[in-house]
Protein backbone atom coordinates (compact mmCIF):
# COMPACT_ATOMS: atom_id res chain seq x y z
CA UNK A 1 0.00 0.00 0.00
CA UNK A 2 1.03 3.65 -0.63
CA UNK A 3 0.25 6.40 1.03
CA UNK A 4 2.05 10.54 1.42
CA UNK A 5 2.02 10.29 5.04
CA UNK A 6 2.57 7.53 7.78
CA UNK A 7 1.54 8.85 11.23
CA UNK A 8 2.69 6.05 13.87
CA UNK A 9 0.60 6.13 17.07
CA UNK A 10 -3.31 7.26 17.95
CA UNK A 11 -2.55 9.36 21.31
CA UNK A 12 -3.14 12.73 21.08
CA UNK A 13 0.34 13.71 19.51
CA UNK A 14 -0.73 11.31 16.27
CA UNK A 15 -4.18 12.67 16.27
CA UNK A 16 -3.09 16.72 16.48
CA UNK A 17 -0.91 15.38 13.38
CA UNK A 18 -3.76 13.52 11.25
CA UNK A 19 -6.28 16.22 11.96
CA UNK A 20 -3.58 18.64 10.33
CA UNK A 21 -2.89 16.57 7.33
CA UNK A 22 -6.33 16.05 7.12
CA UNK A 23 -6.83 20.22 6.31
CA UNK A 24 -4.26 20.15 4.23
CA UNK A 25 -6.02 17.22 2.48
CA UNK A 26 -2.28 15.07 2.73
CA UNK A 27 -3.51 11.34 2.25
CA UNK A 28 -2.21 9.51 5.28
CA UNK A 29 -3.13 6.92 7.68
CA UNK A 30 -2.38 6.64 11.25
CA UNK A 31 -1.29 2.99 12.45
CA UNK A 32 -2.09 2.22 16.23
CA UNK A 33 -0.71 -1.06 18.15
CA UNK A 34 -3.51 -1.25 20.00
CA UNK A 35 -6.94 1.20 20.13
CA UNK A 36 -6.89 4.88 19.70
CA UNK A 37 -5.36 6.16 23.16
CA UNK A 38 -3.63 3.17 24.38
CA UNK A 39 -1.10 4.58 26.94
CA UNK A 40 -4.00 6.66 28.32
CA UNK A 41 -6.05 2.88 28.61
CA UNK A 42 -3.41 0.78 29.17
CA UNK A 43 -0.47 2.34 31.42
CA UNK A 44 -1.47 4.39 33.74
CA UNK A 45 -2.70 3.27 37.48
CA UNK A 46 -6.59 3.25 38.70
CA UNK A 47 -6.76 6.54 40.71
CA UNK A 48 -4.85 8.86 38.45
CA UNK A 49 -6.44 11.62 37.00
CA UNK A 50 -5.00 14.64 34.77
CA UNK A 51 -2.45 16.84 36.48
CA UNK A 52 -3.19 19.51 34.00
CA UNK A 53 -6.89 20.75 34.51
CA UNK A 54 -9.51 20.32 31.89
CA UNK A 55 -9.55 23.62 30.25
CA UNK A 56 -6.21 23.07 29.28
CA UNK A 57 -7.04 19.80 27.32
CA UNK A 58 -7.13 21.26 23.41
CA UNK A 59 -6.58 19.87 20.81
CA UNK A 60 -6.45 21.29 16.98
CA UNK A 61 -9.85 21.83 16.06
CA UNK A 62 -11.18 20.56 19.27
CA UNK A 63 -11.29 22.21 22.80
CA UNK A 64 -12.72 20.78 26.03
CA UNK A 65 -16.14 22.02 26.56
CA UNK A 66 -17.66 20.12 29.50
CA UNK A 67 -19.19 21.28 32.80
CA UNK A 68 -15.98 21.62 35.23
CA UNK A 69 -13.51 23.50 33.06
CA UNK A 70 -11.20 24.06 36.08
CA UNK A 71 -11.30 20.22 37.54
CA UNK A 72 -8.91 17.17 36.31
CA UNK A 73 -10.15 14.41 34.12
CA UNK A 74 -10.20 10.58 35.05
CA UNK A 75 -8.30 8.55 32.47
CA UNK A 76 -11.87 6.97 31.25
CA UNK A 77 -12.15 10.47 30.69
CA UNK A 78 -9.52 11.41 28.99
CA UNK A 79 -9.79 8.02 26.98
CA UNK A 80 -13.25 9.42 26.00
CA UNK A 81 -11.72 12.73 25.06
CA UNK A 82 -9.41 11.43 22.75
CA UNK A 83 -11.77 8.42 21.38
CA UNK A 84 -14.40 11.51 20.24
CA UNK A 85 -11.77 13.36 18.81
CA UNK A 86 -10.61 10.87 16.96
CA UNK A 87 -14.00 10.16 15.55
CA UNK A 88 -14.62 13.91 14.70
CA UNK A 89 -11.54 14.51 12.78
CA UNK A 90 -12.65 11.31 11.11
CA UNK A 91 -9.04 9.97 11.72
CA UNK A 92 -8.00 7.22 9.20
CA UNK A 93 -7.07 5.03 11.98
CA UNK A 94 -6.09 1.32 11.66
CA UNK A 95 -5.70 -0.22 14.89
CA UNK A 96 -3.66 -3.73 15.96
CA UNK A 97 -1.07 -2.36 14.01
CA UNK A 98 2.28 -2.67 15.16
CA UNK A 99 5.13 -1.11 13.72
CA UNK A 100 7.99 -3.62 13.75
CA UNK A 101 10.19 -1.51 11.02
CA UNK A 102 10.65 1.77 9.54
CA UNK A 103 13.48 1.74 7.01
CA UNK A 104 14.45 3.79 3.79
CA UNK A 105 13.93 2.65 0.84
CA UNK A 106 15.50 5.27 -1.80
CA UNK A 107 13.87 8.53 -1.01
CA UNK A 108 10.98 7.35 0.44
CA UNK A 109 10.07 5.00 3.69
CA UNK A 110 8.97 1.60 4.00
CA UNK A 111 6.84 1.18 7.55
CA UNK A 112 6.11 -2.77 7.80
CA UNK A 113 4.10 -3.78 10.36
CA UNK A 114 2.07 -6.93 11.57
CA UNK A 115 -0.93 -6.16 8.99
CA UNK A 116 0.93 -5.31 6.42
CA UNK A 117 3.22 -3.13 4.39
CA UNK A 118 2.90 0.92 3.53
CA UNK A 119 5.00 3.09 1.58
CA UNK A 120 5.37 6.73 1.66
CA UNK A 121 7.39 9.77 1.49
CA UNK A 122 6.94 11.17 4.95
CA UNK A 123 6.60 9.18 8.17
CA UNK A 124 5.51 11.09 11.47
CA UNK A 125 6.53 9.18 14.77
CA UNK A 126 4.07 9.94 17.66
CA UNK A 127 4.59 6.64 19.32
CA UNK A 128 4.91 8.05 22.88
CA UNK A 129 7.58 9.31 24.59
CA UNK A 130 6.70 6.99 27.72
CA UNK A 131 6.92 3.80 26.34
CA UNK A 132 9.14 2.21 29.06
CA UNK A 133 10.11 2.33 32.53
CA UNK A 134 13.15 3.63 33.17
CA UNK A 135 14.48 0.51 35.85
CA UNK A 136 18.41 1.82 37.29
CA UNK A 137 20.61 -1.37 35.85
CA UNK A 138 21.29 -1.89 39.58
CA UNK A 139 17.64 -2.96 40.13
CA UNK A 140 18.72 -6.60 39.28
CA UNK A 141 20.71 -6.42 43.02
CA UNK A 142 17.57 -5.86 45.18
CA UNK A 143 16.95 -9.50 46.85
CA UNK A 144 14.71 -11.95 45.41
CA UNK A 145 12.03 -12.59 46.72
CA UNK A 146 10.65 -8.65 46.91
CA UNK A 147 8.16 -7.53 45.24
CA UNK A 148 9.06 -4.57 42.66
CA UNK A 149 6.56 -2.56 40.33
CA UNK A 150 7.13 -0.44 37.68
CA UNK A 151 4.69 2.38 37.69
CA UNK A 152 3.12 0.68 34.14
CA UNK A 153 2.48 -2.71 36.57
CA UNK A 154 1.29 -0.65 39.62
CA UNK A 155 -2.45 0.15 38.93
CA UNK A 156 -3.66 0.71 43.00
CA UNK A 157 -2.82 -0.35 46.59
CA UNK A 158 -4.61 -3.63 47.07
CA UNK A 159 -1.98 -5.06 44.57
CA UNK A 160 0.78 -4.75 47.02
CA UNK A 161 1.65 -7.14 50.00
CA UNK A 162 1.42 -5.26 53.47
CA UNK A 163 4.54 -3.79 54.87
CA UNK A 164 6.81 -0.69 54.39
CA UNK A 165 7.29 0.58 50.37
CA UNK A 166 10.12 2.04 48.97
CA UNK A 167 8.82 4.58 46.32
CA UNK A 168 11.74 5.22 43.87
CA UNK A 169 11.76 8.87 41.96
CA UNK A 170 10.20 11.67 43.86
CA UNK A 171 8.50 13.59 40.40
CA UNK A 172 4.75 13.33 39.57
CA UNK A 173 4.27 9.84 39.24
CA UNK A 174 6.99 9.06 41.95
CA UNK A 175 4.97 11.45 44.67
CA UNK A 176 1.39 10.19 43.98
CA UNK A 177 2.26 6.92 43.86
CA UNK A 178 3.70 7.54 47.44
CA UNK A 179 1.15 10.02 48.69
CA UNK A 180 -1.58 7.07 47.42
CA UNK A 181 0.44 4.02 49.23
CA UNK A 182 1.02 5.48 52.79
CA UNK A 183 -2.90 6.83 52.62
CA UNK A 184 -3.44 2.76 52.36
CA UNK A 185 -1.91 2.38 55.54
CA UNK A 186 1.57 1.82 54.56
CA UNK A 187 4.98 3.12 55.64
CA UNK A 188 6.48 4.97 52.80
CA UNK A 189 9.79 5.72 52.07
CA UNK A 190 10.23 8.01 49.19
CA UNK A 191 13.68 7.96 47.34
CA UNK A 192 14.61 11.84 46.23
CA UNK A 193 16.73 13.08 43.20
CA UNK A 194 16.83 15.75 41.35
CA UNK A 195 12.85 17.06 41.43
CA UNK A 196 10.81 20.01 40.63
CA UNK A 197 9.23 21.59 43.45
CA UNK A 198 5.41 23.44 42.55
CA UNK A 199 2.15 24.46 44.70
CA UNK A 200 -1.04 23.48 42.83
CA UNK A 201 -2.41 27.02 43.73
CA UNK A 202 -0.50 30.47 43.85
CA UNK A 203 -2.06 33.49 44.30
CA UNK A 204 -5.89 32.21 43.72
CA UNK A 205 -5.04 30.32 40.71
CA UNK A 206 -3.80 27.42 39.46
CA UNK A 207 -0.19 26.83 38.65
CA UNK A 208 -0.60 25.48 35.33
CA UNK A 209 -2.61 28.86 34.52
CA UNK A 210 -0.13 30.89 35.94
CA UNK A 211 2.83 29.20 33.76
CA UNK A 212 0.69 29.38 30.53
CA UNK A 213 -0.03 33.13 31.09
CA UNK A 214 3.61 34.17 32.01
CA UNK A 215 5.00 32.42 29.16
CA UNK A 216 6.74 29.71 30.74
CA UNK A 217 4.93 26.28 28.72
CA UNK A 218 5.45 28.28 25.22
CA UNK A 219 8.76 29.06 26.00
CA UNK A 220 10.68 27.95 22.69
CA UNK A 221 13.20 25.23 22.33
CA UNK A 222 15.37 27.44 20.65
CA UNK A 223 15.28 30.16 23.53
CA UNK A 224 16.81 27.71 26.14
CA UNK A 225 19.93 27.98 26.97
CA UNK A 226 20.90 23.94 27.21
CA UNK A 227 18.08 22.15 25.25
CA UNK A 228 19.23 19.11 26.18
CA UNK A 229 19.06 19.15 29.54
CA UNK A 230 15.68 20.76 29.39
CA UNK A 231 14.44 17.87 27.93
CA UNK A 232 15.50 15.92 31.09
CA UNK A 233 14.24 18.09 33.23
CA UNK A 234 11.75 15.75 35.47
CA UNK A 235 8.20 16.90 35.55
CA UNK A 236 6.63 19.37 38.36
CA UNK A 237 5.40 17.33 41.81
CA UNK A 238 1.54 18.25 40.51
CA UNK A 239 -1.69 15.83 40.55
CA UNK A 240 -5.07 16.39 39.98
CA UNK A 241 -7.58 15.99 42.50
CA UNK A 242 -10.88 17.73 43.69
CA UNK A 243 -9.30 19.50 46.73
CA UNK A 244 -6.67 20.85 44.58
CA UNK A 245 -4.29 19.58 47.01
CA UNK A 246 0.01 20.39 46.63
CA UNK A 247 1.65 16.95 46.35
CA UNK A 248 5.08 18.46 47.41
CA UNK A 249 7.50 16.97 49.89
CA UNK A 250 6.26 18.50 53.02
CA UNK A 251 2.67 17.65 52.03
CA UNK A 252 3.88 14.01 51.52
CA UNK A 253 5.86 14.40 55.11
CA UNK A 254 3.04 16.07 56.59
CA UNK A 255 1.14 12.45 55.57
CA UNK A 256 3.95 10.32 57.40
CA UNK A 257 6.25 9.21 54.23
CA UNK A 258 10.09 9.44 55.09
CA UNK A 259 12.36 10.99 52.81
CA UNK A 260 15.65 10.07 51.76
CA UNK A 261 18.51 10.71 49.32
CA UNK A 262 18.73 9.69 45.90
CA UNK A 263 19.12 5.93 45.42
CA UNK A 264 22.24 5.27 44.42
CA UNK A 265 22.60 1.52 44.00
CA UNK A 266 21.83 -1.74 45.89
CA UNK A 267 24.90 -3.67 47.09
CA UNK A 268 25.06 -6.89 48.95
CA UNK A 269 21.04 -6.28 49.82
CA UNK A 270 21.53 -2.63 50.91
CA UNK A 271 19.80 -0.23 49.24
CA UNK A 272 22.32 3.00 49.40
CA UNK A 273 21.03 6.41 49.50
CA UNK A 274 23.13 9.67 48.20
CA UNK A 275 23.84 12.48 50.72
CA UNK A 276 22.43 15.00 48.65
CA UNK A 277 18.89 15.53 49.91
CA UNK A 278 19.43 18.24 51.40
CA UNK A 279 20.88 20.28 48.66
CA UNK A 280 18.43 18.75 46.06
CA UNK A 281 15.86 19.96 47.89
CA UNK A 282 16.90 23.71 48.19
CA UNK A 283 17.83 23.63 44.48
CA UNK A 284 14.03 22.50 43.97
CA UNK A 285 12.85 25.25 46.32
CA UNK A 286 15.36 27.64 44.87
CA UNK A 287 13.66 27.27 41.23
CA UNK A 288 10.01 27.40 42.81
CA UNK A 289 11.37 30.82 44.17
CA UNK A 290 12.19 32.16 40.59
CA UNK A 291 9.17 30.48 38.85
CA UNK A 292 7.11 32.25 41.55
CA UNK A 293 8.91 35.94 40.56
CA UNK A 294 8.55 34.97 37.15
CA UNK A 295 4.95 34.83 37.65
CA UNK A 296 4.80 37.97 40.13
CA UNK A 297 6.36 40.09 37.50
CA UNK A 298 4.04 38.74 34.56
CA UNK A 299 1.34 39.98 37.18
CA UNK A 300 2.78 43.17 37.64
CA UNK A 301 3.18 44.21 34.59
CA UNK A 302 -0.20 42.88 33.42
CA UNK A 303 -2.20 44.73 36.11
CA UNK A 304 -2.88 41.63 38.13
CA UNK A 305 -1.58 42.35 41.28
CA UNK A 306 -5.09 44.22 42.26
CA UNK A 307 -7.41 41.55 40.93
CA UNK A 308 -5.36 38.44 42.73
CA UNK A 309 -3.98 38.00 46.42
CA UNK A 310 -0.60 39.58 46.82
CA UNK A 311 2.91 37.11 46.51
CA UNK A 312 3.83 34.69 48.90
CA UNK A 313 6.37 32.22 49.13
CA UNK A 314 6.00 28.73 50.45
CA UNK A 315 7.71 27.14 53.58
CA UNK A 316 11.35 25.43 52.09
CA UNK A 317 11.08 22.24 52.02
CA UNK A 318 11.63 20.16 55.55
CA UNK A 319 14.65 17.58 55.93
CA UNK A 320 15.32 15.12 58.56
CA UNK A 321 18.58 16.17 59.78
CA UNK A 322 20.34 12.92 59.11
CA UNK A 323 18.39 10.85 56.68
CA UNK A 324 19.02 7.43 56.08
CA UNK A 325 21.77 6.38 53.80
CA UNK A 326 20.77 2.99 53.81
CA UNK A 327 18.35 0.52 54.28
CA UNK A 328 18.93 -3.35 54.76
CA UNK A 329 16.55 -4.84 51.88
CA UNK A 330 17.46 -8.29 53.14
CA UNK A 331 15.90 -7.59 57.01
CA UNK A 332 12.20 -7.19 56.06
CA UNK A 333 12.80 -3.67 56.51
CA UNK A 334 10.89 -2.68 53.09
CA UNK A 335 8.77 -5.51 51.55
CA UNK A 336 7.80 -3.79 48.12
CA UNK A 337 9.98 -1.57 45.85
CA UNK A 338 8.08 0.79 43.06
CA UNK A 339 10.54 2.33 40.22
CA UNK A 340 8.97 5.68 39.72
CA UNK A 341 12.44 6.24 38.24
CA UNK A 342 10.43 8.20 34.71
CA UNK A 343 10.09 6.64 31.22
CA UNK A 344 11.61 6.78 27.84
CA UNK A 345 10.17 5.64 24.37
CA UNK A 346 10.51 2.60 22.45
CA UNK A 347 11.94 3.42 19.12
CA UNK A 348 13.26 -0.46 19.03
CA UNK A 349 11.17 -0.76 15.94
CA UNK A 350 13.10 2.13 13.67
CA UNK A 351 15.71 1.12 11.21
CA UNK A 352 16.93 4.62 9.80
CA UNK A 353 20.08 6.25 11.58
CA UNK A 354 18.87 8.72 13.54
CA UNK A 355 19.36 7.83 17.49
CA UNK A 356 22.13 9.34 19.39
CA UNK A 357 24.04 7.38 21.69
CA UNK A 358 21.58 7.51 24.61
CA UNK A 359 18.60 6.34 21.61
CA UNK A 360 16.70 9.44 21.50
CA UNK A 361 16.36 11.03 18.10
CA UNK A 362 18.26 13.23 16.53
CA UNK A 363 15.94 16.17 15.52
CA UNK A 364 15.52 19.89 15.68
CA UNK A 365 12.25 21.07 16.78
CA UNK A 366 10.84 17.54 15.69
CA UNK A 367 12.37 17.83 11.71
CA UNK A 368 14.34 14.28 11.81
CA UNK A 369 17.80 14.18 10.67
CA UNK A 370 16.45 12.07 7.78
CA UNK A 371 14.64 13.78 5.30
CA UNK A 372 10.80 13.54 5.15
CA UNK A 373 10.82 12.23 8.97
CA UNK A 374 8.59 14.25 11.89
CA UNK A 375 8.80 13.77 15.55
CA UNK A 376 6.06 14.66 17.98
CA UNK A 377 5.19 14.35 20.99
CA UNK A 378 8.44 14.19 23.20
CA UNK A 379 9.46 16.85 26.38
CA UNK A 380 10.52 19.95 24.92
CA UNK A 381 10.32 19.05 21.25
CA UNK A 382 8.94 22.62 20.20
CA UNK A 383 7.89 24.31 23.42
CA UNK A 384 8.25 23.38 27.05
CA UNK A 385 4.72 22.16 26.61
CA UNK A 386 5.36 19.30 23.95
CA UNK A 387 5.03 16.73 25.75
CA UNK A 388 1.55 17.40 27.46
CA UNK A 389 -1.85 17.44 25.46
CA UNK A 390 -2.26 20.97 24.86
CA UNK A 391 1.34 21.02 23.35
CA UNK A 392 0.21 19.00 20.78
CA UNK A 393 -1.97 21.40 19.04
CA UNK A 394 0.70 24.00 18.46
CA UNK A 395 3.66 21.69 17.44
CA UNK A 396 1.04 19.91 14.77
CA UNK A 397 0.36 23.37 13.53
CA UNK A 398 4.12 23.84 13.59
CA UNK A 399 5.32 20.75 12.03
CA UNK A 400 2.62 20.61 9.52
CA UNK A 401 4.33 23.44 7.35
CA UNK A 402 7.92 21.73 7.89
CA UNK A 403 5.79 18.60 6.40
CA UNK A 404 4.19 20.83 3.43
CA UNK A 405 7.34 22.33 2.59
CA UNK A 406 9.35 19.24 2.65
CA UNK A 407 6.05 17.04 0.16
CA UNK A 408 6.15 20.46 -2.15
CA UNK A 409 10.42 19.90 -2.02
CA UNK A 410 9.70 16.47 -3.63
CA UNK A 411 7.37 17.55 -5.92
CA UNK A 412 9.38 20.11 -7.56
CA UNK A 413 11.79 17.80 -7.54
CA UNK A 414 10.18 15.50 -9.84
CA UNK A 415 8.96 18.27 -12.09
C1 LIG B 1 1.82 8.86 34.12
C2 LIG B 1 1.64 9.98 33.15
C3 LIG B 1 0.75 11.01 33.44
C4 LIG B 1 0.57 12.06 32.53
N1 LIG B 1 -0.28 13.07 32.85
C5 LIG B 1 -0.46 14.09 31.97
C6 LIG B 1 -1.37 15.15 32.27
O1 LIG B 1 -1.97 15.20 33.33
N2 LIG B 1 -1.56 16.12 31.34
C7 LIG B 1 -0.88 16.12 30.15
O2 LIG B 1 -1.11 17.02 29.34
N3 LIG B 1 0.01 15.15 29.86
C8 LIG B 1 0.24 14.15 30.74
N4 LIG B 1 1.15 13.15 30.44
C9 LIG B 1 2.02 13.31 29.25
C10 LIG B 1 1.37 12.96 27.91
O3 LIG B 1 0.22 13.74 27.67
C11 LIG B 1 1.01 11.49 27.80
O4 LIG B 1 2.17 10.71 27.92
C12 LIG B 1 0.37 11.16 26.45
O5 LIG B 1 -0.01 9.81 26.45
C13 LIG B 1 1.29 11.42 25.27
O6 LIG B 1 0.55 11.37 24.09
P1 LIG B 1 1.23 10.92 22.73
O7 LIG B 1 0.18 10.89 21.71
O8 LIG B 1 2.43 11.74 22.48
O9 LIG B 1 1.76 9.45 23.06
P2 LIG B 1 0.91 8.20 23.50
O10 LIG B 1 -0.35 8.57 24.17
O11 LIG B 1 1.85 7.30 24.23
O12 LIG B 1 0.49 7.57 22.11
C14 LIG B 1 1.40 6.83 21.34
C15 LIG B 1 0.64 5.73 20.66
O13 LIG B 1 1.54 5.03 19.81
C16 LIG B 1 1.26 3.67 19.88
N5 LIG B 1 2.48 2.96 19.47
C17 LIG B 1 3.66 2.94 20.12
N6 LIG B 1 4.53 2.18 19.43
C18 LIG B 1 3.88 1.72 18.34
C19 LIG B 1 4.25 0.89 17.26
N7 LIG B 1 5.47 0.36 17.15
N8 LIG B 1 3.32 0.61 16.30
C20 LIG B 1 2.06 1.15 16.39
N9 LIG B 1 1.69 1.95 17.39
C21 LIG B 1 2.57 2.24 18.36
C22 LIG B 1 0.85 3.45 21.31
O14 LIG B 1 0.06 2.29 21.45
C23 LIG B 1 0.09 4.71 21.64
O15 LIG B 1 -1.29 4.60 21.44
C24 LIG B 1 1.32 12.08 31.32
C25 LIG B 1 2.22 11.03 31.04
C26 LIG B 1 2.36 9.99 31.94
C27 LIG B 1 3.35 8.89 31.61
Given at each position: ??T ?27 L ?54 AK ?13 S ?18 C ?11 V???P??A ?12 M ?21 G ?18 G ?9 R ?6 W ?16 I ?16 R ?19 A ?26 L ?9 T ?12 F ?6 S??P????L ?14 RP ?10 D ?11 V ?28 E ?10 D ?7
Amino acid sequence: MHTTAVVIGAGQSGLAMSRCLSERSIDHVVLERNEVANSWRRERWDSLRLLTPNWQCRLPGRAYDGPDPDGFMTMPEVVDFIAEYAKLIAAPVVCDTTVTSVRNIGDEYAVTTDNGQWTCTTVVIASGAFNVTNVPPFADAVPSGMTTLTPMEYRNAEQLPAGRVMVVGASATGVQIAAELQDSGRDVVLSVGEHVRGPRMYRGKDIQWWMEVAGVLDERYDEVDDIVRARRVPSMQLAGSDDRATFDLNALTSKGVSLAGRLAGVHEGRAQFSGSLRNKCELADLKLGRLLNTIDEWATTNGLDDSVPPPHRFEPTIVDSSPPLGLDLNRGEIETIVWATGFRPDYSWLDVDVLDAKGAIRHDGGVVESPGMFLIGTPFLRRRKSSFIDGARADAEDLIGELTTYLDRCAAAKA
